[in-house]
């Protein structure tokens, strides 16, 4: 592996990509926006006209996209009518979509991809855009197991953790239910601090005797959502940065898509993603970190 198509150079996608050059791979990216891709070009990237001119001649291609609509137009064109980039690349090319998309989505391109001759894994990541920039990410992979294998030194630069969770669509599965107990976990903890403070407990101390007990989680260790109780976290700094509430609301969807597709019951599931979109139209979170769900129990 040496060269390497990138597209999608956003929070996620630029320190991911810049983390392949700093690790010696030839980077070609490509974003639809001029402001990435002039961000690319200053992480030490060359930058082509086109998806299809970042993949040309491409060892590995990879995606970071919002989401499925975006990464099925990439590869399978609009409405499926075809010119997506399947049709317009070769076949030597490993495709390596680390978009977090609907599991359905996932397979439908890996199927055509392996229709037209072309490995593909789905791999999407958990770190957020801390553990891009540090190359902390964690992939949980779908696909064949042999292709993990020859793209694991590009998991290597840009992660620490790499897990092969089984076929393709299982990266994108492994995914919604990591992070559907992520915000339930997160709900929890919040509505744990709420309680005791309304009791008069202080939440700093509260937490510490949770962290310590039985409710011990990763909220508490890493990630309080109450303000004041811990530096250095979104609830430090009026929760801006981290992990976008839009974009839990987006992953709690698809998990409670994927659920409904294989006749999962997921009560509380449904009620975080419930949880999540009032807080969202309450008070105007969307672009806030995912911890200021404490706001719909208390308000600063
Ligand atoms: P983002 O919106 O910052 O970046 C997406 C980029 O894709 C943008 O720069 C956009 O211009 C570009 N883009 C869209 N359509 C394109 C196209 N057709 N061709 C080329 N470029 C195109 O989003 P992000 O925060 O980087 O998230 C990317 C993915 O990673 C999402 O699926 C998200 O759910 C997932 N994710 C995000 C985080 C996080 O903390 N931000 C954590 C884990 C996973």
Known sequence: MKRIGFVGLGNMGLPMAANLVKAGYEVVGFDIQQRARARGSDAGMKIAESAVAAAHRADAFISMLPASEHVESLYLGVDGEGAGLLDRMESETLLIDCSTIAPQSARRVATAAQECGIAMLDAPVSGGTAGAEKATLTFMVGGDARHLERAR???A??????????????????????????????????????????????????????????????????????????????????????????????????AMDNAQTVGADTPMGSLAHDLYRALRSEYDAGDLDFSSIQRHYIEE
């Not at 953790?161 to 994108?172: I, K, L, M, Y």
């Open 153 to 155: 030194s590009l998991f």
């Open 157 to 254: 630069a840009m992660g620490s953790n790499v897990f092969h969770a089984g076929p393709s669509g299982a990266g994108q599965v492994a995914k919604v239910c990591n992070n559907l107990l992520l915000a339930v976990q997160m709900v929890g903890t919040a509505e744990s601090l709420a309680l005791g403070v309304a009791n008069g407990l202080d939440p700093a101390t509260l937490s510490e005797i949770m962290r310590r007990s039985s409710g011990g989680n990763w909220a508490l260790q890493v990630y309080n959502p109450f303000p004041g109780v811990m530096p250095d976290v979104p609830a430090a700094r009026g929760y801006r940065g981290g992990f976008l509430v839009n974009l839990m609301i987006k992953d709690l969807g698809l």
